[in-house]
């Protein structure tokens, strides 16, 4: 099994890409592709690694903010 994830990005969506002093004049959140973090994880600990990673990622959101938000999901 694989550990897979994602993270947001912020995506300037203004046809005429303006950007004032670093802020976006339109700018969406965006989900990026799933890609592989882990790969032949065993099916016993798939679990773990995932409460692992989402628990890492949690004091990340909390010290850096939602920005560093990422999800995380088992592939097979």
């Given at each position: ?55 890492l ?18 592939q097979t």
């Open positions: 099994m694989n550990i897979e994830t994602r993270r947001q990005m912020l995506i300037n969506t203004d046809p005429q890409r303006r950007c004032y002093n670093g802020c976006h004049y339109k700018p969406e959140l965006s989900w990026t592709p799933w890609e592989v973090l882990q790969v032949n994880v065993p099916e016993s600990d798939i679990k773990a690694r995932l409460a692992w990673w989402r628990s990622n949690n004091y990340a959101v909390g010290e850096r903010g939602e920005s560093a938000r990422c999800e995380f999901r088992e």
